[in-house]
């Protein structure tokens, strides 16, 4: 089973960025123990600050995959391309996010992505990718 992790803007910032927000850890401590913890799933990931690569990975993992998650970080609320882009492939895609986005800023309460996407995981800070994982094995 092939599963892909997108993570969009500024993730690349993890455990630096407003760590009161989205944690102390690194992103790539997290992905090790994860593979671990999943030996018999391959889990890719690609991260980019840049809509039209995401847009790109989305395309190239769209119809080989069995599961793309997506945390397209501020992209999520503003980003029609990239609800075209979910709609346009067959794999499922489920939204996460790190932090409970519906607890924060109003400009955060709305994703424009959701409703391409199978499912939205948010708040359970990087455990979010775990059990969107968790998901996908359950329906494939
Ligand atoms: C985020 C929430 C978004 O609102 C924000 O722009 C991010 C991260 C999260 O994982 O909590 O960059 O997607």
Redesign the pocket.
Known sequence: MKLQIING???NLLGVREPDVYGKNSFTDYLDNLRKTYPDVQIDYFQSNIEGEIIDKIHETGFAYAGIIL?A??Y??TSIAIYDAIKAITTPVIEV???N?HAREEF?HHSLIAGACKGVIAGFEFDSYRLAIEALIKNN
């Open positions: 803007p500024n993730l945390n970080g501020a999520t609320h996010h790190i932090s986005v955060r």
